[in-house]
């Protein structure tokens, strides 16, 4: 940081976040669970990277039907992080 001028006094910490990940390959690609934790508060999100988008989709989508799960696109988690903040100001 003080290679690029940044003056470290300026810094000010806001909070932290720690994400605890599970991963699991399937026949169609990688199923993945994020148990995030920052300011008092939790969040999960979960993902599946895939190569066949179609066979990925719809695999994703029956694997959201048997948890009784809605499909949502949610904000990364550092803009989770920063919204949750605001709030609590």
């Known amino acids: 940081l003080e290679q690029r001028h940044v003056q470290l ?3 000010k910490i806001l909070g932290a976040l720690t994400t ?3 991963e ?3 026949d169609e690609g990688l199923l993945v669970l994020d148990h995030s934790l920052y300011l008092g508060t ?3 999100e979960l993902e599946f990277e895939v190569r066949d988008f179609e066979a990925g989709q719809q695999a994703f ?3 959201l039907a048997q948890l009784k ?3 949502v696109v949610p904000k990364n988690k550092v803009q989770r992080f920063f919204e949750y903040q605001r ?3």
């Open 9 to 11: 006094d300026a810094l």
């Open 42 to 44: 939790e969040d999960y």
């Open 87 to 89: 709030k609590l100001q």
């Open 20 to 22: 605890y990940r599970l």
């Open 61 to 63: 989508n029956n694997l």
């Open 69 to 71: 799960l809605s499909p």
């Open 24 to 26: 699991t390959q399937t």
